[in-house]
């Protein structure tokens, strides 16, 4: 084991709602975390201070080398829709680790998709009512 790593606990779907109900007067208009603010993935954008954030957990199981490339998607979402479920058994939550606004504690997923010739930072909004055990 690494010495100086910063180790932060794994979540489950209970404890992940747990943290995106968590509600702070004003967090809708906190300028911190505004520009990342809406209900879909996107790109970290590249003006974007993530200094503003601080990551408090993940959703990668250690033991689970090769987590699953499948999707949740029973209402017929897809995967940039604003109301997808967020299911930490499925891609690409399966890979993400949980962050925070360090002013308003608004809580976002965060991951990086590799693509043939690109790398990409993406982030997402955790909505509590969204976030669902894949069942
Ligand atoms: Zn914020």
């Known amino acids: 084991m690494a010495h100086g790593d ?7 779907t209970q404890a992940l709602i747990r943290l995106a109900a968590r509600q702070l007067a004003g967090a809708m208009d906190c300028p911190a975390c505004a520009a990342i603010a809406s209900a879909g993935w996107q790109s970290v954008p590249g003006g974007f201070d993530r200094k503003a ?3 408090v957990g993940t959703l990668r199981r250690p033991e689970d080398e090769d987590p699953t490339l499948r999707e949740h998607h029973p209402a017929g979402t ?6 997808a479920p967020i299911a930490p ?6 890979r993400c680790d949980v962050w925070e606004c360090a002013s308003c504690i608004r809580t976002f ?6 693509g043939g010739y690109y790398e990409e930072d993406r982030i997402r909004p955790v909505l509590a009512q969204l976030v669902s055990d894949g069942t």
């Open 53 to 55: 954030l601080r990551r």
């Open 109 to 114: 997923l965060r991951y990086t998709e590799y």
């Open 89 to 94: 058994a499925f891609f690409p939550y399966n």
């Open 78 to 83: 897809n995967a940039w829709s604003a109301d």
């Open 6 to 12: 910063a180790t932060v606990p794994l979540l489950g």
